[in-house]
């Protein structure tokens, strides 16, 4: 059974840093992209940046040049450096993996709080 566990998510201040991680367990086939999304109540989920397992990336615009994806490919785990953080930034963060280009999976969320 595959499974994705993310953490590394909590409360910090504007301007702080968090680093989320995302390991996939259970996979048999090749995890092609993994992402990030986030989404806060009343919005729809939305993609703050992905990573093939080529190591092509991209971004939301909202969080260019303040967060970094990064994967290894050795662990089956993906990364999130986030820096400068944001209040506007504040959201449950999800996990994303596609599998075998065609399978869809997704972690339990991680709550990001970022105070003013």
């Known amino acids: 059974q595959v499974q994705l566990v993310e953490s590394g998510g909590g409360l910090v201040q504007a301007g702080g840093s968090l680093r989320l991680s995302c390991t996939v367990s259970?996979?048999?086939?090749?995890?092609?992209?993994m992402n990030w999304y986030r989404q806060v109540p009343g919005k729809s989920r939305e993609l703050v940046a992905g990573i093939t397992n080529g190591g092509k990336t991209n971004y939301a615009d909202s969080v260019k040049g303040r967060f970094t994806i990064s994967r290894d490919n050795a662990k089956n785990t993906a990364y999130l450096q986030m820096n400068s953080l944001k209040p506007e930034d504040t959201a449950v963060y999800y996990c994303h993996a596609i599998m075998g280009s065609v399978w869809n999976y997704w972690g339990q969320g991680t709550q990001v709080t970022v105070s003013s």
């Open positions: 259970g996979s048999t086939v090749t995890i092609n992209a």
